[in-house]
């Protein structure tokens, strides 16, 4: 689980530990008062690469806790504009300075692979987006709250099944996980998938008295439909 800092708390990393899920969070400055002070007079820095360097500290949330967490300080080398009048005919100055971010964790990771793992946590952003654009996740239908629960099951039912009828229907499987563990399918967007199937243009026709819905020909589009339809008839 890759979480942000706004839903960093003690508790929450206690309850995962506890369940046995590795976890990373990004830690805000303001809820460890005294990391800025340790982060402002750290002089040694561990290399990761042109623009990254770490340093590692082991956080106690508390003097009853018996367990500590592994904390991973990561600093960023940045190039700044400078402020006030320049020359632009002769060249552009810059400031060289850095910004920083701190990644608990109870992974066994090295400090570069953490980076990459917490910094893939991207592409879960990218799915709460599509649900609350494409799904209607962000509305609010009712007044009550099982009629929310039951609206929100319906959507995340909806997402579900989108997403395993692509990984059923002989999509291109990602052989290994990456470094930021992004999805191993190539999958669609729920509106991509909506409007190359569903929003097509068709009418209803009866040859020999049986109901049929009648598409106009396109062979990218019927090549897609049995693509779906196959994993559906095998599961009934």
């Given at each position: 689980m890759r979480l942000d800092g706004a839903h960093y708390s003690d508790a929450t990393c206690s309850s995962l530990h506890d369940a046995g899920i590795e976890f990373s969070v990004s830690v805000p400055f303001e809820?460890?008062?005294q990391l800025k002070e340790i982060v402002d007079h750290r002089t040694?820095?561990?290399r990761i690469d042109d623009e990254w360097s770490y340093f590692t500290w082991s956080w106690r949330p508390n003097k009853e806790s018996r367990?500590?967490?592994r904390c991973v300080v990561y600093r960023r080398r940045i190039a700044r504009p400078?402020?006030?009048?320049?020359?632009?005919d002769l060249f552009e100055p810059v400031e060289r300075d850095f910004e920083y971010k701190v990644v608990m964790t109870n992974k066994r990771l090295s400090a570069s692979a953490l980076l990459h793992f917490h910094n893939g946590r991207g592409s879960q952003e990218a799915t709460f987006a599509e649900t609350k654009s494409q799904l209607g996740l962000g509305y609010v239908p009712s007044r009550r709250q099982i009629g929310n629960q039951v609206y929100m099951l319906c959507?995340?039912?909806a997402h579900a099944l989108g997403r395993e009828l692509q990984m059923q229907a002989a999509t291109p499987r990602t052989p290994r996980n990456t470094a930021t563990r992004a999805c191993l399918w190539?999958?669609?967007r729920i509106d991509t998938l909506r409007k190359r199937l569903i929003q097509r243009a068709a009418r209803i026709t009866r040859p020999h008295g049986r109901l049929v819905l009648t598409f106009?020909?396109?062979e990218d589009a019927e090549r897609d439909l049995k693509r779906f339809l196959h994993p559906l008839q095998q599961a009934a």
């Amino acid at each position: 689980m890759r979480l942000d800092g706004a839903h960093y708390s003690d508790a929450t990393c206690s309850s995962l530990h506890d369940a046995g899920i590795e976890f990373s969070v990004s830690v805000p400055f303001e809820r460890i008062p005294q990391l800025k002070e340790i982060v402002d007079h750290r002089t040694l820095w561990w290399r990761i690469d042109d623009e990254w360097s770490y340093f590692t500290w082991s956080w106690r949330p508390n003097k009853e806790s018996r367990r500590s967490y592994r904390c991973v300080v990561y600093r960023r080398r940045i190039a700044r504009p400078r402020q006030g009048p320049i020359q632009l005919d002769l060249f552009e100055p810059v400031e060289r300075d850095f910004e920083y971010k701190v990644v608990m964790t109870n992974k066994r990771l090295s400090a570069s692979a953490l980076l990459h793992f917490h910094n893939g946590r991207g592409s879960q952003e990218a799915t709460f987006a599509e649900t609350k654009s494409q799904l209607g996740l962000g509305y609010v239908p009712s007044r009550r709250q099982i009629g929310n629960q039951v609206y929100m099951l319906c959507n995340l039912i909806a997402h579900a099944l989108g997403r395993e009828l692509q990984m059923q229907a002989a999509t291109p499987r990602t052989p290994r996980n990456t470094a930021t563990r992004a999805c191993l399918w190539a999958v669609e967007r729920i509106d991509t998938l909506r409007k190359r199937l569903i929003q097509r243009a068709a009418r209803i026709t009866r040859p020999h008295g049986r109901l049929v819905l009648t598409f106009a020909k396109c062979e990218d589009a019927e090549r897609d439909l049995k693509r779906f339809l196959h994993p559906l008839q095998q599961a009934a």
